[in-house]
């Protein structure tokens, strides 16, 4: 395969899906419950969308700089050693966006789920709990450096051991499974329907970047024939 090639593969795959999830948002985005409200001026509509804008420019920016640099070594080559320091940046801030505009939708659209509140912020606080505990296994058994993917940029963290401490003991793929329960508890804690929306989206989005994106590099970066659902990925336990 060519570098182009390698770069692209499995994205007819991301483009595919994400094609068909925008199509299912303009849809449920009609629905009166999902349309009500507004937030420091912006309406509901729009606080939506630009939570689904973030989500689609995470995933794309992780896709472009993990690809180009393990297959060109690109922004090792534009920026030397500070090539992984200035993705790191970029995907925090993206990632901080991507929260902080689920939230915005949540405080925008709140008390359109006509359930007790109570129930629902029950719900918020158990979401809450796998996902907090998620962040403290990443922190404390290997570290966000590897949480953000530097093997794609270090090879000498590509011979570290798999990681079966804290809630990486229950799954093999925490961030996935667990870590995205974090983008549940703004909707669950204000009763907002386009918040959930927006949440299951991003936990659905975000398994199309494992099997597009990172599942094909886990099989290249550690030559493995044999990569299971929810398998090598958690070696870095990234998002």
């Given at each position: 395969?060519?570098?182009?090639?390698?770069?692209?593969?499995k994205?007819?795959?991301?483009?595919?899906?994400l094609t068909l999830f925008l199509v299912g948002l303009g849809f449920v985005g009609q629905i009166n419950a999902v349309q009500v409200g507004?937030?420091?001026?912006?309406?509901?509509?729009?606080?939506?969308?630009l939570a689904v804008a973030l989500a689609v420019a995470h995933q794309v920016f992780v896709w472009v700089c993990w690809r180009s640099q393990l297959h060109s070594s690109l922004l090792t080559r534009m920026f030397g050693g500070r090539g992984f320091d200035v993705y790191a940046a970029g995907f925090s801030v993206l990632g901080v966006a991507r929260v902080a505009a689920v939230l915005m939708l949540a405080l925008s659209n709140r008390d359109t789920l006509h359930m007790d509140p109570k129930v629902f912020r029950v719900?918020?606080?158990?979401?809450?709990?796998?996902a907090a505990y998620l962040f403290y296994s990443v922190k404390r058994y290997f570290g966000f450096k590897r949480a953000f993917g530097i093997d794609h940029?270090?090879?000498a963290y590509r011979s570290l051991p798999l990681v079966r401490k804290g809630i990486?003991?229950?799954?093999?793929n925490g961030m996935y499974v667990f870590g995205f329960l974090a983008l549940w508890v703004p909707g669950l804690w204000f009763t907002s329907a386009a918040a959930l929306i927006v949440a299951l989206f991003n936990h659905l989005y975000i398994w199309v970047h494992y099997y597009s994106t990172e599942l094909p590099d886990m099989r290249r970066i550690y030559r493995e024939t044999r990569v299971s659902p929810g398998g090598e990925a958690s070696r870095i336990g990234r998002v």
């Open positions: 395969m060519s570098q182009l090639q390698l770069i692209f593969e994205q007819w795959l991301h483009a595919s899906l507004q937030h420091w001026g912006v309406s509901t509509a729009a606080w939506l969308w719900a918020a606080v158990i979401a809450a709990i796998p940029f270090d090879e990486f003991r229950f799954t093999r």
